[in-house]
């Protein structure tokens, strides 16, 4: 699974777990979005399993042991293809076979239970111990089968839950993969208030697990835990993943009244807006002083940016030269932060085997460099490496007709905001319109990637390309230009979220709503009120 197809497919999940949760009138979005990268990267990614044949005898197995995100669960199910998305719209509804707490499919049970599900998940603290009993099993039958289980921090609190982990542990089941969804928030309140669960990784490794901990909406980082807790032999693995509850929505992130609380329906076109709208940002490392491109990554990777920009300019498409595949080589080792390769390059059709092999997560290649069948190449090698491809267009140049047939499995266009090949250039306001009717007109005929803005990006700039319908922003000089990267991407987080305030607000008006979604919003939209001139309108709302 391509990296951008990955991300879109999570979107996807969180959509259509609102959209029932809403439909509802009740549920748990904060469990749902929380657990959405996890079950996201298991299904998309990692796990064997056939959607068309859920008994599959060699599928691997998931227990969702927090139950309560069946919202979340349902919705990654159907994006995997295991029944249609609509479905999950009748969540919690007299007669649907999605209700609040999931039910183990069987051929005998066929109207009132799901496919795909493995394990009737409602009680708190039992789905490990279900869990182990599978991965016992199968390593008493010799099978290879995975077992992945999903565990709550509040379920923690059961006594179950560490009976099940001596268990595990005994048994040497290193077939066996739990995962933690550490997200610090339960029923009614903060876990840390209500039963204090660090030191979690000592817990785990002193009941003779391994144990990974990783940031649990990062996929890079889950993907890799996963990969390493393949190699792990004579033990159980645990990978702590850190979430924020009910992440993806801001008023609803890290807020326990939202544990088990639906959103009024009224809301839900905002919602989806707001969850459609997802922000990357991907610094580029030529830019700024010189000085190893390995401590530039781990400058801004430990400011929790979203990917890495690699322009490889080769002296002769673009008149400047920077590096090339050897280099992107050396550098995967260094971060399991995403690629965002960008190659103005001469026939890079040519060249392209190279920067799959360098492991690059995303390529972009431009358009003015290759013909409509050459591109059809690149694409297809591509998808087949699992990398997601993309296309450039210079400021002066139109979008190729015959890009039209490619879009289904098009992740990422870059509209160039500058003339690519120098550094340090003035973003050009004129391309502003042009990246309108691209995002339009090409949505229109499919496309359901990210449009890329590249050059010039900065603080000031990066709200009118949001506006223009840009959600990924590549930023040179704006992070490594100042000095202080820190505030640098504090700022452009800080205008990114005011852009899309002012885009959900503007939606809540149109639909008659915006009091009523103020008020919802209120604590988020006080640090912005200035910026968006709605001072008086908060201080009115009781």
Same mark, same amino acid.
């Given at each position: 699974?391509?990296?951008?197809?990955?991300?879109?497919?999570?979107?996807?999940?969180?959509?259509?777990?609102?959209?029932?949760?809403?439909?509802?009138?009740?549920?748990?979005?904060?469990?749902?979005?929380?657990?959405?990268?996890?079950?996201?990267?298991?299904?998309?990614?990692?796990?064997?399993?056939?959607?068309?044949?859920?008994?599959?005898?060699?599928?691997?197995?998931?227990?969702?042991?927090?139950?309560?995100?069946?919202?979340?669960?349902?919705?990654?199910?159907?994006?995997?293809?295991?029944?249609?998305?609509?479905?999950?719209?009748?969540?919690?509804?007299?007669?649907?076979?999605?209700?609040?707490?999931?039910?183990?499919?069987?051929?005998?049970?066929?109207?009132?239970?799901?496919?795909?599900?493995?394990?009737?998940?409602?009680?708190?603290?039992?789905?490990?111990?279900?869990?182990?009993?599978?991965?016992?099993?199968?390593?008493?039958?010799?099978?290879?089968?995975?077992?992945?289980?999903?565990?709550?921090?509040?379920?923690?609190?059961?006594?179950?839950?560490?009976?099940?982990?001596?268990?595990?542990?005994?048994?040497?089941?290193?077939?066996?993969?739990?995962?933690?969804?550490?997200?610090?928030?339960?029923?009614?309140?903060?876990?840390?208030?209500?039963?204090?669960?660090?030191?979690?990784?000592?817990?785990?490794?002193?009941?003779?697990?391994?144990?990974?901990?990783?940031?649990?909406?990062?996929?890079?980082?889950?993907?890799?835990?996963?990969?390493?807790?393949?190699?792990?032999?004579?033990?159980?693995?645990?990978?702590?993943?850190?979430?924020?509850?009910?992440?993806?929505?801001?008023?609803?992130?890290?807020?326990?009244?939202?544990?088990?609380?639906?959103?009024?329906?009224?809301?839900? $076109?905002?919602?989806? !807006?707001?969850? *459609?709208?997802? %922000?990357? +940002?991907?610094?580029?490392?030529?830019?700024?002083?010189? =000085? /190893?491109?390995?401590?530039?990554?781990?400058?801004?990777?430990?400011?929790?940016?979203?990917?890495?920009?690699?322009?490889?300019?080769?002296?002769?498409?673009?008149?400047?030269?920077?590096?090339?595949?050897?280099?992107?080589?050396?550098?995967?080792?260094?971060?399991?932060?995403?690629?965002?390769?960008?190659?103005?390059?001469?026939?890079?059709? $040519?060249?392209?085997? !190279?920067?799959? *092999?360098?492991? %690059?997560? +995303?390529?972009?290649?431009?358009?003015?460099?290759?013909? =409509? /069948?050459?591109?059809?190449?690149?694409?297809?090698?591509?998808?087949?490496?699992?990398?997601?491809?993309?296309?450039?267009?210079?400021?002066?140049?139109?979008?190729?007709?015959?890009?039209?047939?490619?879009?289904?499995?098009?992740?990422?266009?870059?509209?160039?905001?500058?003339?690519?090949?120098?550094?340090?250039?003035?973003?050009?306001?004129?391309?502003?319109?042009?990246?309108?009717?691209?995002?339009?007109?090409?949505?229109?005929?499919?496309?359901?990637?990210?449009?890329?803005?590249?050059?010039?990006?900065?603080?000031?700039?990066?709200?009118?390309?949001?506006?223009?319908?840009?959600?990924?922003?590549?930023?040179?000089?704006?992070?490594?230009?100042?000095?202080?990267?820190?505030?640098?991407?504090?700022?452009?987080?800080?205008?990114?979220?005011?852009?899309?305030?002012?885009?959900?607000?503007?939606?809540?008006?149109?639909?008659?709503?915006?009091?009523?979604?103020?008020?919802?919003?209120?604590?988020?939209?006080?640090?912005?009120?200035?910026?968006?001139?709605?001072?008086?309108?908060?201080?009115?709302?009781?």
């Amino acid at each position: 699974m391509r990296y951008l197809d990955l991300k879109r497919r999570i979107r996807d999940v969180r959509m259509w777990a609102i959209q029932g949760i809403a439909e509802a009138g009740s549920g748990h979005p904060g469990a749902s979005f929380s657990a959405a990268e996890i079950m996201g990267t298991l299904y998309f990614r990692k796990m064997r399993h056939d959607p068309s044949n859920p008994s599959w005898e060699e599928r691997d197995y998931f227990i969702n042991s927090k139950a309560h995100s069946a919202p979340g669960f349902y919705s990654t199910l159907a994006v995997a293809g295991y029944f249609a998305p609509e479905e999950v719209k009748t969540l919690r509804k007299l007669g649907s076979r999605l209700q609040g707490h999931p039910v183990r499919y069987s051929d005998h049970q066929k109207h009132h239970s799901v496919p795909g599900v493995e394990y009737s998940g409602g009680s708190e603290g039992i789905g490990l111990s279900v869990g182990i009993g599978i991965a016992l099993a199968n390593k008493l039958d010799g099978k290879k089968n995975k077992v992945f289980v999903l565990i709550g921090d509040g379920e923690s609190n059961e006594g179950q839950i560490w009976e099940a982990s001596m268990a595990a542990g005994k048994f040497k089941l290193d077939n066996l993969v739990a995962i933690l969804d550490r997200n610090r928030i339960q029923q009614d309140g903060f876990t840390e208030d209500i039963m204090p669960l660090d030191p979690t990784k000592d817990k785990w490794a002193a009941f003779n697990w391994q144990v990974f901990e990783v940031d649990g909406h990062k996929v890079e980082q889950l993907v890799d835990a996963l990969n390493k807790a393949a190699r792990v032999h004579d033990k159980p693995v645990m990978i702590i993943a850190n979430t924020i509850k009910g992440n993806g929505i801001r008023h609803m992130a890290n807020n326990p009244q939202w544990h088990g609380k639906a959103p009024p329906k009224r809301h839900t $076109e905002v919602l989806l !807006e707001e969850l *459609d709208s997802e %922000c990357l +940002i991907a610094p580029s490392i030529i830019a700024g002083e010189r =000085e /190893n491109y390995e401590d530039k990554i781990r400058k801004v990777e430990r400011e929790g940016v979203d990917m890495i920009h690699l322009d490889v300019m080769d002296g002769r498409f673009v008149p400047n030269t920077t590096f090339f595949a050897d280099t992107i080589k050396k550098l995967r080792t260094s971060t399991s932060l995403p690629f965002d390769a960008h190659l103005m390059i001469e026939r890079p059709l $040519e060249q392209i085997q !190279e920067y799959i *092999d360098a492991r %690059c997560d +995303i390529i972009t290649v431009h358009a003015e460099a290759c013909t =409509e /069948n050459e591109f059809r190449e690149i694409q297809e090698r591509l998808i087949d490496a699992g990398i997601s491809p993309g296309i450039a267009i210079n400021p002066g140049t139109a979008v190729p007709k015959w890009l039209y047939g490619c879009l289904h499995d098009l992740d990422v266009i870059i509209v160039m905001s500058v003339n690519p090949g120098f550094a340090g250039q003035k973003f050009i306001p004129e391309v502003l319109p042009k990246m309108v009717a691209v995002n339009k007109e090409l949505r229109e005929h499919g496309f359901r990637g990210y449009i890329e803005a590249d050059g010039g990006i900065d603080a000031t700039t990066l709200q009118y390309a949001y506006d223009a319908g840009a959600r990924i922003f590549v930023a040179g000089a704006a992070v490594y230009g100042g000095g202080d990267i820190h505030s640098a991407v504090i700022q452009l987080r800080h205008k990114a979220a005011v852009a899309l305030e002012k885009r959900l607000l503007n939606h809540a008006t149109q639909l008659n709503i915006r009091p009523d979604w103020m008020k919802a919003r209120k604590h988020i939209l006080i640090p912005y009120a200035n910026e968006l001139g709605i001072e008086e309108e908060l201080h009115a709302i009781k």
